[in-house]
């Protein structure tokens, strides 16, 4: 479904040089992945006869179990899409090769050796086998068939399942093999290991899985051999691994005494997106491989998998701190570096009590910190118009003046009055003329302000609004440096959050007062209570939302149907189905409609993986159209 498959790690239980019974175990969990509707299960190294047989390598018994064992495991995948990969020892032109056996559906798929053959320490791998790196366009015949053998081997399942092979050591080597078959386009990588456990190895091996994935840009299974192979010298704890570009998505227990399995839901077809958006990924040449054909490797129907409502937000509270403060830190040093460069002696801000103009304000005396000037010279203004409240009012009041800024206060409503009469608009009528008028206004108050003290006009507009156009053109849509505009809306809270952490009581209570106010622009008049009716969210929609939007439709370019899908899973019990499905339709017509703002925008600080600069990472025509994306939520 959407590009994802199951994928499944397995580490039986063994008996060291008993095939038989190493075969009965597979067979078992094989089983138990494929009634788990896995596309793909990977075993541990050598698995058939076990890695730690050592000398009993070289003894024709072993060898002939071996063989008849993956008769039998080929005779248990008949009728089965599901690719299994077990290991074991083979003989090609008088040499012993450690090798993965990919089969499928009764038959054998292709061999691939193992590349690099550890001698250090615990390993004496080149005492039995021979390194198979420069094996290509070969076979090696098993049960009178002729099968494909080499390091040149991808597996192809459908697209986007791609399948590369390595065993254990491949990953250690300075090039790992699934480097030269990500290159290559495989999607998927499966490991069959055998690496023994000593102090802090096991949080290593998950660095190097993770790590790899993440240059590879793809799927990775990981299965090590487990408890019951031989502790003559070492002992090997069965960890297995499951990897997403450079995510751990799944991992075992080490040291179980019983069979164990585990299964997770990988996203391949974003693997492809991601690899298509990073051009360094397709400046690296494509070595040559042959491609098995594979029965088309099916899907999964029901998929498990979390996701977080808030993708730009890390859940993890102290990696969340870190996140922020190095964003806050990227805004000041931007907004700094510009101040000096522009030789300006003061910044000028509009300041509304809201959270975006708060979270500028923060950075502006950050940066003036940061180059040591006088914050007197940061010339906050307060524009109170038709529709401020007493409460945004009051806070952007007390928040320059506890701050220590300079601090104007504009009424923006006789100006208004006069522009309405100019332009020969009844002020009675609250449509996007009289809002924009006052957005005008106070951008055109700005800009004189910034002239007349020598400034520059810093710009309070976030990722949210310029991904959804929310903004009046030449309004508060221009300024002359945009602080926020890397920063989404879901995220900007966090920010304010952590920087509320770093100041006295006083300001920090205002601030989490800051946070708590309704989004709304405040350009409506108030009701007879004195609040705005106007509620940001009720006309656009929820911003958790269409940050989720923009999240996965810039970042992977998902279909709107997958993310209407992905929606529904990640806010489960807090929207239905059709109001997501209403709010995305929404996003996508403004954000296609609205790509004549972004095209001009100011420049800003990138402070995550997604920007909608049209300098850098985001060009689109203005005049795009939107109806195949809509056509296919319906």
């Known amino acids: 479904m959407f590009g994802y498959y199951r994928v499944a790690s ?21 089983e138990e992945a494929r009634a788990a509707g896995s596309a793909l299960a990977v075993f541990p190294e050598l698995g058939i006869t076990g890695y730690s047989c050592a000398d009993l390598f070289n003894q024709t018994t072993l060898l ?7 008769r039998r495991l080929r005779e248990a995948t008949v009728g089965s899409p599901m690719v299994t990969i077990v290991g074991a020892p083979l003989m090609h032109a008088n040499r012993l090769y450690n090798c993965a056996v990919v089969l499928q559906d009764g038959a054998y798929r292709g061999i691939v050796p193992k590349s690099y053959l550890p001698t250090y320490r615990e390993y004496y791998e080149k005492r039995w086998f021979t390194s198979g790196r420069d094996l290509r366009d070969a076979t090696l015949q098993l049960e009178g068939i002729d099968v494909p053998f080499g390091v040149d081997l991808l597996f192809a399942g459908g697209d986007p ?16 093999p699934s480097s030269y078959q990500a290159m290559a386009g495989a999607t998927l990588v499966a490991n069959l290991s055998a690496s023994v456990s000593v102090v802090a190895k ?33 002992v090997y704890g069965g960890h297995s691994l499951i990897a997403e570009n450079g995510h751990i998505v799944k991992e075992n227990l080490p040291y179980q005494r019983r069979n164990n399995l585990i299964h997770a839901d990988l996203d391949l077809e974003r693997l492809v997106m991601t690899r298509q958006a990073e051009t360094a990924f397709a400046d690296h040449p494509q070595p040559a491989f042959r491609r098995i054909p594979l029965a088309a490797v099916p899907q999964s129907e029901q998929v498990e998998i979390h996701l977080p409502m808030h993708p730009f937000v890390p859940s993890d509270p102290a990696v969340r701190d870190d996140h922020c403060r190095e964003i806050f830190q990227i805004q000041s040093a931007a907004l700094a570096r510009r101040l000096q460069h522009a030789m300006a002696t003061s910044a000028v801000i509009g300041v509304s009590g809201g959270l975006d103009s708060t979270l500028a304000l923060l950075v502006c005396i950050k940066a003036f910190e940061l180059i040591d000037r006088d914050l007197r010279h940061i010339i906050a203004v307060t524009m109170p118009g038709y529709g401020t409240t007493d409460r945004t009012y009051r806070n952007a ?5 506890l701050l220590g800024t300079e601090f104007l206060e504009i009424d923006i409503r006789p100006a208004c009055e006069q522009h309405f009469a100019d332009i020969g608009h009844d002020p009675a009528i609250h449509d996007t ?5 006052q957005a005008r206004e106070r951008t055109q108050l700005l800009m004189d302000i910034a002239n007349k003290h020598g400034g520059l006009v810093i710009g309070t507009g976030d990722l949210s609004e310029i991904a959804l156009g929310w903004s009046t053109y030449n309004g508060d849509h221009m300024s002359m440096y945009a602080v926020n505009c890397g920063v989404p809306k879901t995220l900007i809270r966090y920010v304010i959050g952590w920087a509320a952490e770093q100041h006295p009581e006083q300001i920090r209570n205002l601030l989490r007062d800051v946070l708590d106010t309704p989004i709304t622009p405040e350009l409506l008049p108030r009701n007879e209570a004195g609040q705005n009716p106007q509620h940001t969210e009720a006309v656009i929609g929820p911003y958790e939302l269409h940050d989720f939007f923009l999240y996965h439709a810039i970042k992977y370019g998902a279909t709107p149907a ?18 997501i499905r209403k709010w995305l339709q929404t996003f996508l017509r403004r954000f296609f409609t609205n790509q004549f703002k972004r095209s001009c925008v100011p420049d800003g600080p990138k402070v995550g993986t997604i920007s909608l600069s049209p300098r850098g990472d985001w060009r689109m025509p203005s005049d795009a159209d939107s109806t195949a994306w809509l056509a296919d939520l319906h």
């Open 397 to 401: 009041v007390d928040l320059c003046h």
């Open 202 to 234: 096991h949080d290593y091996r998950r660095q190097l899985v993770s790590s790899q994935s993440a240059r590879c840009m793809a799927g990775y299974v990981y299965a090590g051999a487990g408890v019951h192979e031989s502790t003559t010298d070492v």
């Open 562 to 579: 997958k993310i209407a899908w992905l929606a529904s899973i990640a806010f489960s019990g807090h929207y239905r189905d059709d109001e």
């Open 161 to 176: 399942f791609l399948l590369g092979i390595e065993v254990c050591e491949d990953l250690w080597a300075i090039i790992p």
């Open 64 to 70: 002939r179990t071996a063989l008849d064992g993956l």
């Open 433 to 437: 003329t009289y809002e924009n008028v």
């Open 10 to 30: 397995a580490v039986p239980i063994i008996k060291v040089a008993d095939c038989a019974y190493n075969v009965n175990q597979t067979v078992e969990l094989l």
